[in-house]
């Protein structure tokens, strides 16, 4: 709730009625929008995404966003902004997804390593052994000082 939409309910009055036309009139633009662009829009996303689920997600936000302005655009303006609001937040949702598989990544690394050299595998103590069987080959190749 707005702090204009607070004053008004405490003053008791209704909304005004520009305001509420100019809602209906942008709710009315953003189910036309929605008709005619959103499998387009959906599909857009997801090229960015690789997910119809975080696609349709990012979309979702977009038409809030949009829904949510005070002074929208023209009806001409209004999908450039819906695009470009959609393209941002998938962005946004692309780095957050990448940073946090980053992250779990380098978790599992670092948890993995630990219990290697706690308990290494026979696979490990074959490499090891077989590293230093190169290192040894390689150290005796090299010319007397």
Known sequence: M???DAAQETAGGPPDE???ESRQDLRARCDALFREHNDALVRAVYSRVHSWEEATEVVQEAYVRVFRLNNP???NFLRAYLYKTAFNLASD???RSARRQQREESV???VYRER???NPTPERL???DEMRMYLQEAVNKLPPK
Request: net charge negative.
């Open 2 to 4: 707005s702090a204009k």
């Open 18 to 20: 520009q305001d509420l």
């Open 73 to 75: 655009p023209p009806i």
């Open 93 to 95: 949702s692309r780095g």
């Open 108 to 110: 599992y690394t670092e």
């Open 116 to 118: 290697e050299r706690e």
């Open 126 to 128: 074959c490499l090891d």
